[in-house]
């Protein structure tokens, strides 16, 4: 009864989803689930890229970044200073597929992603990197993140120029050889730069939806890891895509 009463509309499908994800967390559910539920929020402290592209450049660049639902990785960097922009969206797929009613259910090649415009003079794309595999993300799930399964959450990175793409593989080695994570990364580099940018209604998602128990379990606690292992970088203040 209840599959049949939310599956017909997205947006109300995805909302009980995490609400009962919410719950169940709450609830006390199996230890494994909760384990595997909260993975998604665990930060891992790791070195920054041994290389990384120069930070003396004069305009805005962008990066783009695939690590489970974009509302968690939207937030993370809107409080990451230097950011000027982080708008969720869709990557991997075409223009005319790139709807939430269809990437949510799986039926095309894009993963949820955030395109994030920023100041290379005040961050640079290593810094971004570290922290996509730092706080933002899991990189040894595959096709999932946390309660979100299928490949539309896989770990992915963007490069928007072939720069990106030089550092983003040397920094997966750099950390594949440390071991850090205990498990191989699986995050995927992907040459081809596309990105759609998801309907209004996800956009400062986090931000406006403090108390949804999947914002409070999975994403706020992401931002926290963020101040509390990159106090440098953080900023209280986050700079958001409708405004003020």
């Known amino acids: 009864m209840l ?3 939310f599956t017909s509309d997205p947006v109300h499908r995805r909302v009980v989803l995490r609400l009962l994800a919410g719950s169940a967390l709450l609830l006390g ?16 402290k790791i ?3 041994t290389l990384d592209s120069p930070s003396s450049r004069e305009r805005l660049e962008k990066a ?7 509302w968690g990785v939207q937030g993370v960097y809107q409080h990451v200073k230097g950011v000027q922009r ?13 709807t939430y009613d269809l990437v949510s259910r799986g039926r095309t090649d894009h993963a949820e992603s955030v395109e994030i415009t920023y100041d290379p003079s005040q961050v640079s794309y290593g810094a971004l990197l570290q922290i996509f595999f730092s706080v933002v993300h899991d990189p040894t799930q595959l096709d999932r993140q946390g309660p979100d399964i299928g490949r539309q959450y896989r770990s992915a990175i963007f490069a928007t120029n072939p720069e990106q793409l030089k550092v983003a593989r040397a920094y997966v080695a750099q950390l594949d050889a440390a071991k850090l994570f205990g498990k ?29 128990p999947y914002i409070v379990f999975n994403d706020l606690p ?15 203040e986050p700079v958001l895509v409708k405004g003020r």
């Open 3 to 5: 599959a049949s009463s």
């Open 29 to 44: 559910a199996g230890l494994a689930w909760q384990r595997d539920a909260g993975a998604a929020s665990e930060a891992v």
């Open 47 to 49: 070195p920054p890229p």
């Open 64 to 70: 783009i970044f695939a690590g489970g639902c974009f």
């Open 86 to 98: 982080a708008v969720s969206g869709y990557s991997g797929g075409t223009e005319r597929t790139a």
């Open 184 to 212: 191989p990364i699986v995050t995927r580099l992907e040459a081809e730069p596309s990105f759609f940018p998801a309907e209004a209604y996800h956009q400062d998602y986090m931000i406006e939806n403090p108390r949804n």
């Open 222 to 236: 992401k931002v926290e890891n963020l101040r509390q292992l990159f106090p440098d970088r953080y900023r209280n």
